[in-house]
């Protein structure tokens, strides 16, 4: 199957948009199509959406140009970051921001630190991070009010709870950089499904831009 085409216009609107968690060649065509900015790939033996190496490195061939790969880790190894980030390439390296203060990567390597909505802010603050729950894949809300002080200071990646019913709502109060998605966007855990990642884009595009969302939608 060839890779999913783009919108240009859906593209270039609005936030930033990562759907993570992707398990299929399927899911990933049908995130770019709609518009996503990112795929991410989980590299973590507690969630049903792990991926070994080589399922990661054959889906990463579905990925079409200018679709962001972001590998993501729960306090992995070092020896499971290395053989990661040597097999895929990956654009973006996801782990929480104590991981990377002891992992060793490559000095090109681009780096999504997540924070935790109760731990403190960290001096200074990165460029861009996630902004996640307690606990990551597990539909649970962020702060959106932490989030909306954040937003200001970086390049902040919305995370948490996210879904087409509530992602618009989120985008408006908290004006973030990016939203990241991957539970709501799945008809059971760990499976995604079409209709909701279509509609979680469209939503994330129209709080931000009405006008381009709705003329693409029809």
Not at 48 to 57: F, H, K, M, T, V
Not at 154 to 169: C, M
């Given at each position: 199957?060839?890779?999913a085409?783009?919108?240009?216009?859906?593209?270039?609107?609005?936030?930033?948009?990562?759907?993570?968690?992707?398990?299929?060649?399927?899911?990933?065509?049908i995130?770019?199509?709609a518009?996503?900015?990112?795929?991410?790939?989980?590299?973590y033996e507690?969630s049903?959406?792990?991926?070994?190496i080589?399922?990661?490195?054959?889906?990463q061939?579905?990925?079409?140009e200018?679709?962001?790969?972001?590998?993501?880790?729960?306090?992995?190894s070092q020896a499971?970051?290395?053989a990661?980030?040597?097999?895929?390439?990956?654009?973006?390296?996801?782990?929480?921001?104590e991981d990377?203060?002891?992992?060793?990567?490559?000095?090109?390597?681009?780096?999504?630190?997540?924070?935790?909505?109760?731990?403190?802010?960290?001096?200074p603050?990165?460029?861009?991070c996630?902004?996640?729950?307690?606990r990551?894949?597990?539909?649970?809300?962020?702060?959106w009010?932490?989030?909306?002080?954040m937003?200001p200071?970086?390049?902040l990646?919305l995370?948490?709870?996210?879904?087409?019913?509530?992602?618009?709502?989120a985008v408006?109060?908290?004006?973030?950089?990016g939203?990241?998605?991957?539970?709501?966007?799945?008809?059971?855990?760990?499976?995604k499904?079409?209709?909701?990642?279509?509609?979680?884009?469209?939503?994330?595009?129209?709080?931000?831009?009405?006008?381009?969302?709705?003329e693409?939608?029809?």
């Amino acid at each position: 199957m060839p890779a999913a085409r783009r919108c240009p216009e859906i593209a270039m609107a609005g936030p930033w948009i990562k759907v993570c968690g992707m398990r299929t060649r399927e899911a990933i065509e049908i995130a770019a199509e709609a518009g996503a900015n990112a795929v991410g790939f989980v590299f973590y033996e507690g969630s049903p959406r792990n991926l070994s190496i080589d399922e990661a490195r054959a889906l990463q061939a579905a990925v079409p140009e200018g679709v962001e790969r972001v590998a993501v880790f729960l306090h992995p190894s070092q020896a499971l970051v290395d053989a990661v980030v040597s097999a895929i390439g990956p654009d973006w390296v996801q782990t929480d921001l104590e991981d990377l203060a002891r992992l060793r990567l490559p000095a090109a390597q681009r780096v999504l630190p997540v924070l935790r909505g109760d731990a403190p802010l960290p001096s200074p603050m990165p460029r861009r991070c996630l902004l996640e729950s307690a606990r990551s894949g597990m539909g649970e809300r962020g702060d959106w009010s932490a989030a909306a002080r954040m937003a200001p200071l970086t390049e902040l990646v919305l995370a948490g709870g996210l879904d087409e019913r509530n992602v618009g709502e989120a985008v408006r109060a908290v004006r973030p950089f990016g939203v990241d998605v991957s539970s709501g966007v799945e008809s059971s855990r760990g499976v995604k499904d079409a209709a909701r990642i279509g509609g979680f884009i469209r939503a994330a595009r129209a709080a931000a831009a009405p006008g381009i969302a709705e003329e693409t939608s029809r």
